[in-house]
């Protein structure tokens, strides 16, 4: 089955700095790649995702980009705010509907004032 | 903005007692998960949900735990006979669009 490795798994940034995460995945036949925010005991919430047929997506200061050849995939956060401050989770899945995600560990990112 | 819903919020119970935790989700759309996420660690499938059936369940979901979707907004987990390492956060999700939502979760813990 699909295997997620996700590092660093803390990160600290000065506010204003950018901030990468990255994860890999092990299943050649993912194609769905979403990232979750998680605040502290609360739900986490898709902020972005990323399919197979294209390497880059960008929504305000978040990107992600996928290698597919080399099975990763990474999120990218510029000028970074105290409210980002969260973890972050990637996940791959199948764009079949109904299939499970496969979440990574987890990245604790601090955006230091 | 709909959201899926879940309740309780908290759960607490001794082991060995039955416990359903309930999730409303969005109202249009078909597939629907459990997750679970013991306090520190990832996001762990539990039972995926189609047409009035278990489509996937992994390894953690044995034959204590069921899912029912007993009319049309609930959809419920029960864990049958709890035991201490049941003790986590579950959430529900829901999809559309290939694109999972999840609820705010049920913290269960099992003394």
């Known amino acids: 089955g699909e295997n997620v490795e996700q590092h660093p798994s803390t990160l600290s940034v000065q506010e204003g700095d950018s901030a990468v995460i990255k994860c890999t995945y092990s299943d050649s036949a993912s194609n769905y790649f979403p990232w979750y925010k998680q605040e502290l005991g609360k739900r986490p919430q898709l902020i972005i995702d990323?399919?197979?047929?294209?390497g880059e997506k960008k929504d305000q200061r978040i990107a992600v980009t996928l290698n597919k050849t080399a099975k990763h995939f990474s999120l990218h956060i510029t000028e970074t705010q105290p409210e980002d401050s969260a973890v972050y989770f990637c996940?791959?899945?199948?764009?079949?509907?109904?299939?499970?995600?496969?979440f990574g560990k987890g990245t604790r990112l601090s955006v230091i004032a | 903005e709909p959201e899926v819903t879940q309740t309780p919020s908290h759960q607490v119970t001794q082991m060995g007692q039955e416990v359903i935790l309930r999730c409303v989700p969005i109202s249009n759309h078909l597939y629907f998960y459990w997750y679970r996420q013991i306090l520190g660690q990832k996001v762990e499938f539990l039972v995926s949900?189609?047409?009035?059936?278990?489509?996937?369940k992994s390894e953690i979901f044995d034959d204590q735990f069921s899912v029912e979707r007993p009319d049309g907004s609930n959809f419920t987990l029960k864990i049958r006979s709890t035991k201490l390492e049941d003790s986590a956060m579950y959430f529900c999700a829901s999809e559309s669009l290939y694109e999972q939502y999840f609820g705010p979760g049920t913290r269960l813990t099992v003394t």
């Open positions: 990323i399919r197979s047929n294209v």
């Open positions: 996940a791959a899945s199948h764009l079949s509907g109904n299939t499970p995600l496969v």
């Open positions: 949900f189609y047409n009035n059936e278990i489509s996937e």
